[in-house]
Nanobody
């Protein structure tokens, strides 16, 4: 079983930046695809970004392409989400998630079985 802990959320003005971190412990980290999802009030949890186990492949939802960057440091068991040019519509609780299987594929939410508690990101206009 893996434990995931997000950090780095906060309040920022539109156009600003934040860097989220997700530290993993309890299970091998380097062989699992990692992702970030977010959930705004009254909305379903949605995919934001994912990164392959090696870090060589990254995936983004269209609304964040060119603004957000996902990365990972397997030596530190940590995945990051650099968020630039933030918009009010980026306001949500951001969750880190680990894929259910080593070297697993897929980006659907049901492919990710381990989740952190979430960190709040609020972007003011």
């Amino acid at each position: 079983q893996v434990q995931l802990e997000e950090s780095g959320g906060g309040l920022v003005q539109a156009g600003g930046s934040l860097r989220l971190s997700c530290a993993a412990s309890g299970r091998t980290f380097s062989t699992y695809r990692m992702s970030w999802f977010r959930q705004a009030p009254g909305k379903e949890r949605e995919f934001v970004a994912a990164i392959s186990w090696s870090g060589s492949n990254t995936y983004y939802t269209d609304s964040v392409k060119g603004r957000f960057t996902i990365s990972r440091d397997n030596a530190k068991n940590t995945v990051y989400l650099q968020m630039n040019r933030l918009k009010p519509e980026d306001t949500a609780v951001y969750y880190c998630a680990q894929h259910t299987t080593p070297y697993g594929l897929g980006l659907n939410i049901d492919r990710f079985g381990s989740w952190g508690q979430g960190t709040q990101v609020t972007v003011s206009s």
